[in-house]
């Protein structure tokens, strides 16, 4: 017994020739924000959690698999990272212990940032994070919920023990996970970005982040029901030399490519894009003075990056007739309300000083369906609602939308990134 509560301590070095000890010395090169065993807070004393960690090193293990068989999918998770697996003859739930055991060491918070609202009171000044990633806490500030405290910079020690056998994986989703994953929340939006000199060391260029890509990747390209790297499409630009600056500018063009108005518009504040009109449509519900006139029809294309997508209409000023109260795009699936979007927007540090910018998208089944929901009112939605169906379509953003273009293309034009293949 006392052998078996040693190997738990994180600085057990174990005599067995076959377990492999690495230390990761990790930076903290973007905003992090949350993290904590409860959304959105933050353990100032241990604000870079293993647990949390783990998780995510889950999820890219995933991408790199080819499973469609989602109890066969769990059985080999959790056979490399532990969890539970059915019960035993008493009816007891039968744990599995991972053979991957991590520890968080050695954690120094070197600068951090509170949370405030800008002068107008609606949004979060934005100096340090851009209101666009950090909005989840905007409504908890307001109301003087709590507070919220972002860590500006850090660094801390991983230490990883895994058995020869598992090398080759653990490596590679180690790899994944300081490219374009992250710790604490909105990672997928680049927030708690990570360098490790020692894992990035192979990589001196983009390119030899997309060979590493393919390398990883099943040639199956199939799209299943999780995030996969096989099937995914990823675009790359030269940032500058600060991290945190480089990743400010690309999430600013990106919000501004979900958000952007027409511009001395007779209305203005109509958006470019065809969701306002398209829920009008459906929900038979407009304002006089917006009545719905986009010419994609009931098409919603922003559904791409993620749902749900939540829509709440000013009916303050229009004449009361738009709909009220908020509206919910969702998968009309019965399994759940959410598809995470296959998105990650990053910036990554390499050993040579270069900061690059990076916009990867993950191979995903997308819902066969979508539907609103409005106030315990539903609209069922039919396929050509998808932000995949065939136009042709004539979006128009300030930078153009060519029908023959994917969302996702589009997205690359507006963040100004070249995709490479």
Not at 1 to 29: A, G, W
Not at 161 to 177: D, G, N, P, R
């Amino acid at each position: 017994m006392r052998n078996f509560l040693l190997k738990q301590l994180p600085d057990y070095q174990s005599d067995d020739e076959n377990l492999i000890t690495n230390d990761f010395h990790l930076e903290v090169i973007t905003p992090m924000l949350g993290g904590d065993a409860k959304s959105w807070e933050l353990n100032l004393d241990a604000p870079i959690r293993a647990q949390s960690i783990k998780g995510q090193l889950r999820f890219w293990w995933r991408t790199l698999q080819n499973e469609s068989n989602p109890q066969k999918m769990l059985e080999k998770e959790n056979a490399l990272w532990g969890g539970k697996s059915g019960k035993d003859k008493d009816g007891r739930v039968r744990h599995i212990q991972s053979p991957v055991k991590i520890a968080v060491l050695n954690q120094k918070i070197l600068s951090t940032h509170l949370a405030e609202l800008n002068d107008k009171g609606f949004a979060l000044r934005d100096e340090i994070i851009p209101t666009y990633v950090a909005f989840p806490v905007t409504d908890a500030i307001k109301n003087k919920k709590q507070d919220v405290t972002y860590v500006k910079s850090a660094n801390f020690t991983l230490r990883v023990t895994y058995s020869k056998q598992h090398e080759a994986i653990v490596m590679a989703v180690l790899k994944l996970w300081t490219l374009f994953g992250g710790v604490g929340a909105r990672t997928r939006r680049g927030c708690g970005s990570l360098y490790c000199e020692s894992l990035l060391a192979e990589f001196g260029t983009a390119e030899d982040i997309c060979e590493f890509i393919k390398s990883c990747s099943s040639t199956d390209e199939r799209q299943l029901q999780y995030c996969r790297l096989a099937g995914s499409v990823s675009a790359w630009e030269q940032g500058g030399d600060d991290p945190t600056k480089t990743w400010d500018n690309l999430i600013r063009k990106y919000a501004g490519f979900r958000q952007d108005r027409v511009p001395n518009s007779p209305k203005p504040g109509r958006s470019y894009w065809p969701e306002p009109d398209a829920i009008r449509r459906v929900t038979k519900q407009a304002s006089p003075l917006h009545q719905p006139n986009h010419p994609d029809g009931v098409w919603f294309p922003r559904a791409a990056f993620g749902l749900p997508i939540i829509t709440k209409f000013n009916t303050r000023d229009n004449g009361n007739g738009d709909p009220d109260p908020q509206v919910q795009l969702i998968p009309d699936i019965g399994t759940g309300d959410r598809w995470p979007s296959p998105v990650i927007l990053k910036v990554i540090k390499l050993n040579n000083g270069a900061v690059l910018k990076v916009a990867l998208v993950l191979g995903q089944q997308f819902p066969e369906k979508l539907r609103l929901d409005q106030s315990g009112r539903s609209f069922p939605l039919d396929q050509t609602a998808s932000p995949f169906a065939k136009g042709p379509h004539q979006m128009k953003t300030r930078n153009g939308f060519k029908a023959a273009d994917s969302v996702y293309k589009a997205l690359f034009e507006a963040l100004n990134l070249k995709e490479l293949s």
